[in-house]
């Protein structure tokens, strides 16, 4: 049996599918393709009146890619609305080893040295896949994806996966987009080379976004390479091995994104006034 490993899991991405679990401690994997894809708009992303006065007073320190493995093991986590998680182990190395590539990157709001919310993803050429949240304080994950937005505006971003519509991101003014819909945007945005950190002088890899030529070929190349076998939208359990879909990792991809993360905290922490800058680029954006 070929291993399913991160350049698999880009493979997925690319082809418009994503990993999920049915329980924290079940080892076995499964691969969503809905028919109805939700999309947060880089342009038009709806900061309501309350939040953006929150926003602009920075309550909390927001910093990015310093502490990826504790956001991922909090969004594990069980919660009242959600007792159990579609994030076990197997998932939880595999971004752990997307991150490390530079291709998995973390949004997080501190108060007083401790870590109170945040959320990841990946991204992939002009796509980010917003993956999943948590809050331990009034609004910090909302404040968190406010920044990220940002972000993803201000470094050349033109696509941010939600996954599914809820009425959480609702009041973001996220978009419900068909399969097609989905695929087309999707092929446009891996076109993109955009970088979720700066370009290093002298580096030929900025943010672990390059991909190969061929990626985004649809996601029936997963569904030809083998073991990606669909019901309802997903696949059977276990069947993500050896799944592929033409997605090539560029050689030293992820070579500006870890740059980044050695430098410590300071290269990932916003500085003050970091939350109306941030509304100013969305505002600019819509």
């Not at 009146?49 to 602009?56: E, G, H, N």
């Not at 304080?137 to 050349?156: E, F, M, N, P, W």
Request: charged content about 15%; aromatic content about 8%; overall charge neutral.
């Amino acid at each position: 049996m070929e291993t399913f490993g991160p350049s698999e899991l880009l493979s997925c991405y690319a082809n418009g599918v994503f990993p999920m679990a049915d329980a924290r401690d079940d080892d076995r994997m499964f691969l969503v393709d809905p028919e109805w894809r939700g999309v947060l708009p880089l342009k038009g992303f709806h900061v309501s009146r309350r939040l953006a006065r929150k926003v602009r007073a920075d309550p909390y320190e927001v910093r990015f890619d310093t502490a990826f493995a504790t956001v991922v093991a909090l969004c594990a986590e069980p919660r009242p609305d959600h007792p159990e998680t579609w994030i076990n182990r197997p998932i939880e190395r595999l971004y752990g080893e997307l991150h490390a590539m530079g291709f998995a990157h973390s949004v997080e709001c501190w108060s007083q040295g401790q870590l109170v919310g945040g959320l990841y993803g990946v991204a992939l050429g002009g796509a980010f896949f917003g993956e999943s949240m948590f809050s331990r304080a009034t609004d910090a994950s909302k404040i968190a994806l406010v920044h990220l937005v940002a972000r993803l505006i201000d470094y050349g971003f033109v696509l941010l996966d939600a996954q599914f519509m809820t009425e959480h991101l609702a009041q973001f003014g996220a978009l419900e987009l068909s399969r097609a819909q989905y695929r087309r945007r999707l092929k446009a945005a891996l076109a993109v080379d955009a970088r979720f950190w700066p370009q290093p002088i002298g580096s030929s890899a900025g943010g672990g976004s390059s991909i190969g030529s061929g990626a985004g070929g649809g996601a029936t190349g997963v569904a030809a390479a083998g073991g990606v076998e669909r019901t309802g939208g997903r696949t059977t359990a276990g069947g993500v091995t050896g799944a592929t879909g033409g997605v090539g990792v560029a050689a030293g991809a992820g070579g500006g994104g870890g740059a980044a993360l050695a430098a410590g905290a300071a290269g990932g922490v916003t500085r003050p006034g970091a939350g109306v800058a941030a509304l100013q680029s969305i505002s600019q954006a819509s």
